[in-house]
């Protein structure tokens, strides 16, 4: 079955980076687009990032733009999200998504 599993995150200072990761497992991987989404407390599930399958055409939140960069590994069947400048208001649990799935969450806090 679609697997997802994130890692990566961690409590960080304003102005600080942490690189998310995603592995997958369970479906064929460079045939679907991925996705990162967050969620702050009190708020709803928001997309952050996406990355397409094929050549890997990126998105990007206007609020992570310039920030963030989403990108992939086939071979390895990994996604991540390389997050630098980090805001308070970055801070929520990320998820990882991709054919229609979704991972558990890994938490971002960033706190001076």
């Known amino acids: 079955q679609v697997q997802l599993v994130e890692s990566g995150g961690g409590l960080v200072q304003p102005g600080g980076s942490l690189r998310l990761s995603c592995a997958a497992s369970g479906f064929a991987f460079s045939l679907y687009s991925m996705s990162w989404y967050r969620q702050a407390p009190g708020k709803e599930r928001e997309l952050v990032a996406s990355v397409s399958s094929g050549v890997g055409f990126t998105n990007y939140a206007d609020s992570v733009k310039g920030r963030f960069t989403i990108s992939r590994d086939n071979a390895k069947k990994m996604v991540y999200l390389q997050m630098n400048s980090l805001k308070p208001e970055d801070t929520a649990v990320y998820y990882c998504?991709?054919?229609?799935?979704w991972g558990q969450g890994t938490q971002v806090t960033v706190s001076s």
């Open positions: 998504n991709g054919k229609q799935s």
